[in-house]
């Protein structure tokens, strides 16, 4: 099964999702290229960018996995600008899961974004995609993501230890989740 996605999902006023394309390639490189310190302590893929010529190499994939229904990813645009990126991963036709990954330049956090995009892409994979179980996974160190998964009530479900390997150090990873409200659950 594959899940099909919207090209784009409105959050508020300020915000929008907007399937991932080429048209944000040149920002997005922009943006990572400048943010680098901001994102390698919790995001490997970071180190990646070093050319422009692999952002629309890693676009091309990302578009190819939307199509595929494996990976449904939205670049993040606040007030009209390019504000970082947020998506489903890991998604589960046979248990009705996923997780939400997202990051943010430096320049547009403190503003509630990460915040309200991912409260809207988990209504989105509740309601639209028939998700049973989201989860948002951070490193310990990383309060602000944590920080996210709290604020919208996700259930601290537990910390791995040792988990990930980001620039040469291991991390904690914390493991926060939410059922969707409208299925049933065992609770066991």
């Given at each position: 099964m594959t899940f099909k996605a919207a090209d784009e999902i409105k959050v508020d006023g300020q915000i929008t999702l907007k399937r991932f394309s080429h048209d944000a390639d040149q920002i997005k490189y922009e943006t990572i290229i400048n943010n680098r310190e901001h994102l390698l302590p919790w995001l490997p893929w970071a180190h990646l960018y070093t050319e422009f010529k692999e952002m629309p190499e890693f676009t091309d994939l990302q578009i190819k996995c939307f199509d595929e229904g494996s990976v449904l990813g939205y670049d993040i645009f606040y007030e009209g600008k390019f504000a970082g990126s947020i998506d489903l991963h890991h998604l589960s036709a046979e248990n009705r899961s996923c997780e939400i990954g997202y990051w943010l330049s430096k320049d547009f956090v403190g503003k509630g974004?990460?915040?309200?995009?991912?409260?809207?892409?988990?209504?989105?994979?509740?309601?639209?995609?028939?998700?049973?179980?989201?989860?948002?996974?951070?490193?310990?160190?990383?309060?602000?993501?944590?920080?996210?998964?709290?604020?919208?009530?996700?259930?601290?479900?537990?910390?791995?230890?040792?988990?990930?390997?980001?620039?040469?150090?291991?991390y904690d990873t914390e493991v926060f989740a939410k059922l969707n409200p409208h299925h049933e659950s065992s609770g066991q």
């Open positions: 974004i990460a915040t309200r995009a991912a409260n809207k892409i988990t209504e989105y994979a509740f309601d639209e995609i028939d998700m049973h179980r989201v989860m948002i996974r951070a490193a310990s160190k990383n309060k602000a993501s944590c920080a996210v998964a709290e604020r919208l009530n996700f259930s601290h479900e537990g910390t791995l230890r040792d988990e990930e390997l980001l620039d040469g150090e291991y």
